[in-house]
């Protein structure tokens, strides 16, 4: 049923290894999902991924996964540039026809660092007009030297201290924040922080959730949404309905 092509992407002279997934009824309708991965996971593993597969199958859609310099068969250091560099590179390549996809709708999801990452480009990168993106980060950092205990020091010396809080605040197009919150399913927590409970890695106050509804202009934002869910930092998610019934809301209003 489904269908898997391995492609390489060359970013600064280094090789970024990457697989295409969707079925056959989906490759060819436009709508692209770029996942960026936590710490310690590998592009292969969404290959393999039960819950992956069930929000691809619900959004009827396709996926571009990869994995970070230094991680798999990616080659080059793993640094905070280049990471950035490689997810701008696949996001480039869903939104280029001629040496792309040409993607017509893109959605982000990015786990943890993933999403620190994601967050990272679109503080810089200039979305194509005509089209349609929705961006997703899961349970991330406001800002990583808070997160986990014991590395901030060291994450600021080696610049690795991806702050993703500018980028949500400036960002003209949809996103979806989701956090571990003392909720028994999916819920709307935009009016009810004090919800943010510890992941087992992010306290609720590193926690991007968090510090955007402290801030007015994120927090009344009509294209935010801020998304309570029962699951650990390190848990699967188990809501696939919840999560692509908000993502098609927002596609469509666009």
């Not at 989906?26 to 992956?52: A, I, P, Q």
């Not at 859609?61 to 540039?81: E, H, K, Q």
Request: aromatic share 8%.
């Amino acid at each position: 049923e489904w269908k898997v092509k391995r492609i390489s992407v060359e970013v600064d002279g280094y090789t970024i290894d990457a697989a295409i997934m969707g079925k056959a009824s989906t490759l060819g309708n436009g709508r692209w999902l770029l996942n960026s991965n936590g710490n310690g996971e590998f592009c292969e593993d969404k290959l393999h991924s039960r819950d992956f597969k069930q929000i691809l199958s619900k959004l009827d859609g396709n996926a571009l996964v990869f994995n970070y310099p230094g991680v798999g068969s990616s080659n080059g250091m793993p640094s905070r540039s280049a990471m950035s560099k490689a997810y701008k590179a696949m996001l480039r390549f869903l939104e280029d026809k001629k040496k792309g996809v040409g993607a017509k709708e893109i959605i982000g999801l990015g786990h943890s660092v993933g999403g620190g990452v994601q967050g990272d480009v679109l503080g810089s990168h200039k979305l194509k007009k005509g089209v349609k993106y929705v961006f997703v980060k899961s349970r991330t950092f406001s800002d990583l030297s808070a997160v986990p205990k014991g590395i901030g020091f060291a994450v600021k010396l080696f610049g690795w201290n991806m702050g993703s809080v500018e980028s949500s605040k400036n960002l003209k197009v949809p996103e979806i924040i989701m956090q571990t919150a003392n909720v028994s399913k999916p819920e709307d927590i935009s009016q009810s922080p004090e919800k943010i409970i510890g992941d087992g890695v992010i306290s609720p106050d590193a926690s991007l959730a968090k510090k955007l509804l402290s801030i007015k202009k994120c927090r009344e934002n009509p294209q935010k949404y801020f998304m309570g869910i029962p699951e650990g930092h390190n848990d699967g998610f188990g809501h696939a309905d919840d999560l692509v019934e908000k993502i098609n809301k927002m596609l469509e209003k666009q």
